[in-house]
């Protein structure tokens, strides 16, 4: 079992930016694909985006596409997600989670495991 821990998150208005960081606790993250994903209330969990294991490959939302950027820093043992130009509907929790990030699709939930306790973002005025 690989734990995950997300932090990052917090109260901004909208068009405001945050930085999640995902950091690897007790496993080095080099050679595992990383996702985010997020959980409005009330709805179900989304993938937002993916990174692969060399940082070479990664997926987007299109509901994130030019405003979210995935990134990492393997010295730091740590996925970072930047998220910018936020608004009201990226409101929720969001996640990280091991899985693969393949060409053109995902992250996809069901083939992602050892989840983070999630990091709360409420995009707010």
């Known amino acids: 079992q690989y734990q995950l821990v997300e932090s990052g998150g917090g109260l901004v208005q909208p068009g405001g930016s945050l930085r999640l960081s995902c950091a690897a606790n007790?496993?080095?993250?080099?050679?595992?694909?990383v996702g985010w994903f997020r959980q409005a209330p009330g709805k179900e969990r989304e993938g937002v985006s993916c990174i692969n294991s060399s940082g070479v490959r990664r997926n987007y939302a299109d509901f994130v596409k030019g405003r979210f950027t995935i990134s990492r820093d393997d010295a730091e043992n740590t996925v970072y997600l930047q998220m910018n130009s936020l608004n009201a509907e990226d409101t929720g929790v969001y996640y990280c989670?091991?899985?693969?990030?393949?060409?053109?699709?995902?992250?996809?939930?069901?083939?992602?495991?050892?989840w983070g306790q999630g990091t709360q973002v409420t995009v707010s005025s």
């Open positions: 007790g496993f080095f993250l080099d050679g595992f694909a």
């Open positions: 989670a091991l899985g693969p990030c393949t060409i053109g699709s995902g992250p996809h939930i069901k083939e992602y495991h050892d």
